[in-house]
């Protein structure tokens, strides 16, 4: 077999079981959400905050995937998820047999909303479909405003990118507008939301946003 044709068979399978991930959350009635960055973009920040807002009214399971360590699933479990971390031991993305591997250990029926934190890369998550309903791009203020281009594949493949720390805009020389555009003229379809997890600026849109999406992949399953 040629490379290509490995890498191909090794994508279909991924499908195969993105397919049987999405059947099992979508019949629990779920939405799941695919959160793909940078390391340090503030993925983790983010959750956390959101958890802050949501917990009173949602049961939010968080998958948490990194290299090494239960740091993130530490965190988020102290803001009111459950949750599993996957360590890839090395791996750079998250597969979708990862996340069939640890579907039983999560109590999906008790759910309403998942959040899958994809190991901090910007390149290899992006093509390796989970099972999500979004999947979600963050990029932060502090690493540049010229990556949209630099990275084309994650934006094409998103339906929301979320532009964190803003709050830092004040003391950097990022043209937060050029970001906008960039992404734009990469994916017209890709809604953009700009906020500080942080701060709390702009989580309330945040909020709202996920708010609608359940609304509707519920209004679709009804
Ligand atoms: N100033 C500022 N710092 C942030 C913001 N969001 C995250 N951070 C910081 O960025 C660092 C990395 O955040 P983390 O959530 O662990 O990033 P992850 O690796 O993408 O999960 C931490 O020091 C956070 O406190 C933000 O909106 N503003
Ligand atoms: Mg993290």
């Known amino acids: 077999m040629t490379k290509i044709d490995v890498q191909k068979k090794i994508q279909d399978e991924n499908d195969r079981m993105a397919a049987g991930n999405r059947k099992a959350f979508t019949d629990a009635g779920l939405l799941v959400l695919n959160l793909i960055s940078s390391p340090g973009s503030g993925k983790t920040t983010l959750l956390e905050s959101t958890l802050d807002r949501l917990t009173d009214t949602m049961n939010v399971i968080v998958i948490e995937g990194d290299v090494s360590t239960q740091r993130d699933m530490d965190r988020v479990r102290a803001r009111g998820a459950s949750g599993v971390q996957i360590n890839t031991g090395g791996g750079c993305h998250l597969s979708a047999a990862m996340i069939d591997e640890v579907l039983g250990e999560l109590d999906l029926e008790a759910g309403d909303v998942v959040f899958i934190e994809n190991v901090g890369n910007l390149i290899c998550p992006s093509t390796y479909d989970l099972g999500e309903d979004v999947r979600m791009v963050l990029l932060s203020t502090t690493e540049g405003d010229d990556k949209p281009m630099k990275y084309p594949a994650i934006f094409h493949e998103s339906d929301l990118a979320i532009l964190n720390k803003i709050d830092l805009l004040p003391h950097l020389t990022y043209d937060i507008e050029k970001v906008a555009g960039e992404i734009e003229v990469l994916n017209p379809k ?15 849109a945040w909020i709202d946003w996920v708010r609608a999406k359940l609304a509707e992949k519920r209004g679709e399953l009804s």
């Open 190 to 204: 890709c809604e953009i939301l700009r906020l500080s997890a942080l701060t709390g600026d702009g989580m309330d």
